[in-house]
């Protein structure tokens, strides 16, 4: 997890421009969970301004700041989806700005890491998504 507030914003900034030294053309994303200072979008490629589960999505609230920026910059991680309900996800993430998602049916309630494997529909998720899905 990387800091969200604004006091953790110069050390983080001095960790990726260490990073973007060693890699120029890597890609830095900074996993906050939740929506950081606007500053980590300067800072890094992709923020993750969601990771949690699926009750706790249903009922988020997207950073008025985030409307300043692509889609792309922003992804949402989200456990706990059932199988019904990916439609309803897909347009929170929309609506909510976010261009990269990843969404499982397996919850972690069990002490396992949600997400540890594949959701169970995950070649639903590839065909509705089409050529291009990561796999």
């Not at 890609?27 to 990771?51: K, N, S």
């Not at 019904?84 to 347009?91: P, V």
């Amino acid at each position: 997890n990387c800091p969200a507030g604004r006091e953790g914003l110069p050390d983080t900034g001095r960790v990726v421009t260490t990073l973007r030294a060693l890699c120029e053309a890597g890609h830095v994303v900074l996993d906050h969970g939740t929506h950081p200072h606007p500053g980590y979008a300067e800072v890094a490629d992709q923020l993750v301004t969601f990771r949690g589960e699926w009750p706790d999505y249903r009922w988020s609230q997207v950073a008025e700041w985030t409307a300043d920026h692509p889609p792309w910059r922003f992804c949402h991680l989200v456990h706990g989806v059932p199988r019904t309900h990916l439609e309803e996800a897909l347009r929170i993430a929309c609506w909510q700005g976010a261009g990269t998602v990843y969404f499982t049916d397996r919850s972690g309630r069990d002490g396992s890491d949600p997400w540890g494997t594949l959701p169970g529909y995950w070649d639903e998720i590839v065909s509705r998504i089409g050529p291009g899905v990561s796999e």
